[in-house]
């Protein structure tokens, strides 16, 4: 599943894997809460790497997602902010 969203001036595509669908339906994760963590992301965090474990807080669920310009690529989703980060992994919380 694809959507395109313009945030600051750009258009950014979010795509979710069907493993991740999975993942957000098994662990009833809201998809506006998601949505919703990406665009935080977006506007307040301008130099992201390649990888990044996003941590929603306030909600208590994490993300796995790739960053490819402006591709935003959902890749899990984990209810809970606890999680392993890999090596190279950019960790950010919002």
Do not use: W
């Amino acid at each position: 599943m694809t959507r395109k969203y313009f945030v600051n001036n750009k258009y950014y595509r979010i795509i979710i894997t069907e493993h991740a669908l999975k993942r957000v339906a098994d662990r009833q994760i809201p998809a506006n809460h998601i949505i919703n963590t990406i665009i935080d992301m977006i506007t307040q965090h301008t130099n992201m790497g390649k990888y990044i474990m996003l941590k929603n807080m306030a909600h208590n669920f994490s993300l796995v997602i790739n960053i490819h310009n402006n591709n935003i690529k959902i890749i899990t989703a984990l209810n809970k902010t606890t999680c392993y980060t890999k090596k190279d992994t950019q960790v950010i919380t919002i």
